[in-house]
């Protein structure tokens, strides 16, 4: 039920609250690399929206002290601090947010509909976030805003630009709503040729109670990113996926990281932020390339000239935003083991 839900919710960000406040010296250092004092921010409320991003994340127990705290290290902390001001009304934080973001929103809308920046669409498109991102929906300010759904776990302009592709689908699925499923010629069918018969309408967007229903790509999205991914992983030094394996797969620390690898614990810091940053440009690399596939009947897809387009950057930005949220990872896979590396490349040889 709604209730209980929302119930269970704020027992979590109960629970998370009092842990952070056993640890004040690190929400108080949190709260100075947002620098959320410029809003008017408290740390106290801050530590209430921080336990409420982290509740986003461990939906199904409270985290550790130690997961809670390499969660928190990890958040856009500067990002977080203005949208949460935002959703308070704080003018400071308005004033910052259009003064530095309604420029970019433009270029995105521009972007994403390959308009000039200046196009009346592009301006349409994105000043008409704003109403959301204010939250004047319900007639109370800030308490429908966009950016309760803002967690701090990837970039803020990452995130509106990805709200943004969002609104520009939701706008296209509206116009062609009374279209025949049927149409001849497939005017029924989604731009890839899929059967627009294939939307899943049990899905609830992410993006928020406003939202249109789930966008049709999203597992497609998912599972393409998933693939770049491997990928991508696949391409590491042995040292790097080392590096990955213990701290994400394996859930060790930075210090236990350092010890396996014999490195100070900043140097696996500053390595793994090195590797995630290579892997993103492998993966956005990747996900802009054309992408081959069978047919129907399993036949190779080069001969039969089928392939799945490369995406554009508001579609890759898409893809990061649903991975952030539910891509279906398993490290398991991404690594195996060596003696499954092993078995596979075995069978390998002994089939060719």
Not at 203 to 227: H, I, M, N, T, W
Request: aromatic fraction near 8%; charge should be neutral.
């Amino acid at each position: 039920m709604p209730g209980e839900q929302k119930n269970l919710s704020e027992i979590r960000v109960a629970a998370i609250v009092a842990l952070l406040k056993q640890r004040w010296n690190f929400v108080e250092t949190l709260f100075a690399r947002a620098d959320a004092a410029r809003f008017a921010f408290t740390p106290r409320r801050f530590a209430v929206e921080l336990a409420r991003s982290a509740a986003s994340r461990f939906k199904l127990q409270t985290p550790s002290s130690t997961e809670l705290e390499e969660y928190l290290s990890a958040l856009h902390l500067a990002d977080f601090a203005l949208a949460c001001a935002c959703v308070e009304g704080a003018e400071p934080a308005w004033e910052f947010f259009v003064g530095n973001y309604r420029g970019y929103l433009r270029s995105c809308a521009a972007a994403i509909l390959r308009r000039g920046g200046e196009a009346p669409e592009a301006r349409e498109l994105a000043d008409s976030l704003f109403a959301e991102l204010y939250g004047l929906a319900d007639g109370r300010r800030g308490a429908g805003s966009l950016f309760r759904y803002f967690h701090g776990r990837s970039s803020l302009k990452t995130w509106l630009r990805a709200v943004l592709a969002q609104r520009h689908i939701d706008a296209i699925r509206a116009s062609r709503k009374c279209e025949s499923l049927d149409a001849a010629d497939g005017a029924g069918q989604l731009p890839d040729g899929r059967s627009r018969t294939g939307i899943d309408h049990r899905r609830k967007d992410s993006l928020g109670p406003l939202a249109a229903p789930a966008d049709p790509y999203r597992e497609q999205y998912v599972a393409r990113f998933c693939s770049a991914l491997r990928d991508a992983l696949q391409k590491l030094t042995l040292a790097d996926s080392q590096r990955i394996r213990r701290y994400y797969a394996e859930e060790k620390t930075l210090a236990e990281v350092g010890v396996l690898g014999a490195e100070h614990e900043s140097s696996v810091s500053r390595n793994l932020e090195r590797i995630r940053r290579e892997l993103r440009e492998r993966v956005e690399e990747t996900l802009r390339q054309d992408v081959p596939r069978g047919d129907a009947m399993g036949r190779d897809a080069e001969v039969h000239g089928t392939a799945e387009r490369g995406l554009s950057d508001a579609q890759i930005a898409l893809c990061f935003e649903y991975a952030t949220e539910d891509a279906p990872i398993d490290f398991n896979l991404l690594f195996p083991s060596r003696s499954e590396g092993s078995t596979q490349r075995e069978a390998g040889r002994k089939d060719s």
